[in-house]
């Protein structure tokens, strides 16, 4: 009996997301009050989604990382690998980005003051380059510089992969803080229904029904870069590799669908196995590939943050330059690795890319009230290329065997 009554998040998120706008649209003769009384609840909210970014990057990659520990006995796989992935991800943020910036003419500027944004001092390249690396293990998780803590991660991720079994203890460790700060994560987001209606009423009640139409048009975006990343992308790298995108496309149906409903890589990671293994690729490939893709493979994650990050900019009136463009594709390239394939992480993640070029982190919530529809496109992406990658490394092996 309370098992019926328990609404599932994604439809407490959409309530919540109907709500706003109904709430948003009678308050517009008094956006103040919408302001002082219900935008706190909403700062709370993205305080504990900053709050839990730092740690989730930290033990995600480190975990991601640490789960190489084979890469002797599967060498060939994991370098075909990671290079497979980081190339397909930083093209799936460029894409994001030149889409939306050939559209951004149509997002509008918005008037808030529930928005209000203060220009960073502009940096040089060298000076980017340069942050990136910590000089202290404290201050890039007190300051949450999110590309200084994933060098962390990764010069201890490597360090305990090169001790191996002397620190197993090392690696429990970091699997266990991973699964601890995951479950925080969760926590957070099951209050994503009240985070969504206080920020989102807020912003409604200020900018009338313009933000609506804006969000169909933002969505809109996304969905054509997840297409054409993944028509295109995908079926030219499966091409080059003489496999046949027909036959993948064909046998990964069930696992997109799955993908689309759940939102979750992680959760459609079994049915992606079976898939992909009629698809073409090995037991042997596919057990190693899908779950690291699940892991640090996000190109769909990727568009996204390459799309709400230039849609944010927009509507604040900003005008990124080239330098911070390179900015966002290096930092949605890491944000994805980051990313935990569970439905909502990639809006957490968001939060990184927007502070890496000095945007608000209050600009999610423009975008939140409609992040599961984001996040089901997403998600298939995601899903799409692990598994290509999988087909495509099994196809490389069997030709290097056969040489
Ligand atoms: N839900 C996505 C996934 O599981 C992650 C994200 O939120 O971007 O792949």
Not at 126 to 136: K, T
Not at 149 to 164: D, Q, T
Not at 358 to 377: C, H, T
Request: positive net charge; charged residues 10%; glycine residues 8%.
């Amino acid at each position: 009996m309370k098992e019926k009554c328990k609404l599932s998040l994604a439809s407490q998120i959409f309530i919540a997301l109907i709500l706003a706008i109904v709430v948003g649209l009678c308050m517009q003769k008094v956006p103040d009050i919408a302001s002082e009384y219900i935008k706190p609840f909403g700062t709370i909210f993205l305080n504990l989604v900053k709050f839990i970014v730092g740690p989730i990057v930290l033990f995600s990659i480190m975990a991601g990382i640490v789960s190489l520990r084979d890469i002797k006995k599967v060498g060939a796989i994991g370098g075909m690998t990671v290079l497979y992935y980081l190339c397909t991800t930083a093209i799936a943020v460029t894409i994001g980005l030149v889409v939306a910036n050939l559209a951004k003419d149509f997002f509008p500027v918005l008037a808030t003051s529930s928005l209000t944004y203060a220009a960073p001092k502009g940096s040089q390249p060298m000076d980017v380059i340069v942050n990136i690396f910590p000089s202290n293990f404290i201050n890039p998780l007190s300051s949450a510089n999110m590309l200084q803590i994933i060098v962390m991660a990764l010069l201890v991720g490597f360090a305990i992969i090169l001790l191996g079994e002397k620190v197993k203890s090392a690696i429990d460790t970091v699997n266990r803080w991973n699964e601890i700060f995951m479950k925080v994560m969760d926590m957070i987001l099951r209050l994503s229904p009240i985070g969504v209606f206080c920020l989102l009423t807020p912003v409604i009640a200020i900018n009338g029904t313009m933000i609506i139409g804006s969000l169909a048009k933002i969505l809109l975006v996304a969905y054509i870069c997840y297409v054409f990343h993944t028509v295109v992308v995908y079926s030219a790298a499966l091409l080059l590799n003489k496999c046949s995108p027909r036959q993948f496309f064909k046998e990964m149906f069930p696992a997109l669908v799955f993908a689309f409903s759940s939102a979750s890589s992680v959760g459609t990671l079994p049915l992606n196995m079976a898939c992909s293994q009629k698809a073409g690729a090995s037991k042997e490939v596919s057990s190693f590939v899908l779950p690291l893709g699940a892991t640090i493979n996000m190109d769909g994650t990727a568009i996204y943050q390459g799309v709400c990050t230039i849609f944010i900019a927009a509507c604040y009136g900003i005008d990124l330059s080239i330098g911070q463009m390179i900015t966002i594709v290096l930092t949605a390239t890491l944000a994805s690795i980051g990313t935990a394939g569970v439905p909502g992480a990639g809006m957490v993640m968001l939060a990184m890319v927007l502070t890496s070029v000095g945007l608000p982190v209050d600009g999610i919530a423009l975008v939140a009230g409609v992040d599961r529809i984001f996040d089901m496109g997403r998600t298939t992406v995601n899903i799409t290329g692990d598994a290509s990658c999988a087909v495509i490394v099994t196809k490389r092996l069997a030709g290097k065997k056969g040489e």
